[in-house]
T-cell receptor, first 114, second 109 residues
Framework: NAGVTQTPKFRILKIGQSMTLQCTQD?????MYWYRQDPGMGLKLIYY???????DKGEVPNGYNVSRSTTEDFPLRLELAAPSQTSVYFC?????????????FGPGTRLTVL | AQRVTQPEKLLSVFKGAPVELKCNYS??????LFWYVQYSRQRLQLLLR??SRESIKGFTADLNKGETSFHLKKPFAQEEDSAMYYC???????????FGKGTKLSVKP
């Protein structure tokens, strides 16, 4: 049981390049989330999904896209990288949205846009 | 607006001293409050949740709705407690967490 896995761990992009951050969970969780964490700040929600085929915007969605074709995978797409997207990205999942359920986090992807 | 405030960026104590990491929240309904911890080179993990009223690794946290606080306490700090601690609030049907900025706890020998 690997939990939540993310690839890559590190990436350097040039302005205008595109990339996909991969996230996979093997716990059969319905809810999945993408957060970003800027230095000295808390995590902020980018996008979330409540099940396969269903996604919605979070607090800071601009410049990103997501898809959820399977329960396990929730990739985050950056189309035109900008320096403001330099951050650490965390994927998380949970079984249900309430009841004190724990969110399980991936190890993070550190992205630098130059 | 939903918000979590952790007023201390850094808290430094000596081993054996009591620890209190402060957390205040703003939420109009009945919130779910959590403490997450991130040890060096490890992923973010749940430490405890208010709904369970549990003690984990000697840490406790009591939800005080009157003061809108959820402070994390431990009577005797250990060096292995050194880590980043995040207070988080879950509200709304989408289940996402709203995080504070975190407090770095440093326990000196």
């Amino acid at each position: 049981n690997a939990g939540v896995t993310q690839t890559p761990k590190f990436r350097i992009l040039k302005i205008g390049q595109s990339m996909t951050l991969q996230c996979t969970q093997d716990m059969n969780h319905n809810y999945m989330y993408w957060y970003r964490q800027d230095p000295g700040m808390g995590l902020k929600l980018i996008y979330y999904s409540v099940g396969a085929g269903i996604t919605d915007k979070g607090e800071v969605p601009n410049g990103y896209n997501v898809s959820r074709s399977t329960t396990e995978d929730f990739p985050l797409r950056l189309e035109l990288a900008a320096p403001s997207q330099t951050s650490v990205y965390f994927c998380a999942s949970t079984l249900t949205s309430g009841g004190g359920n724990e969110q399980f986090f991936g190890p993070g992807t550190r992205l630098t846009v130059l | 607006a939903q918000r979590v405030t952790q007023p201390e960026k850094l808290l430094s104590v000596f081993k054996g001293a009591p620890v209190e990491l402060k957390c205040n929240y703003s939420y109009s309904g009945s919130p779910e409050l959590f403490w997450y911890v991130q040890y060096s080179r490890q992923r973010l993990q749940l430490l405890l949740r208010h709904i369970s009223r549990e003690s984990i690794k000697g840490f406790t946290a009591d939800l005080n709705k009157g003061e809108t606080s959820f402070h994390l306490k431990k009577p005797f700090a250990q060096e292995e407690d050194s880590a980043m601690y995040y207070c988080a609030l879950r509200g709304g049907s989408q289940g996402n967490l709203i995080f504070g900025k975190g407090t770095k706890l440093s326990v000196k020998p």
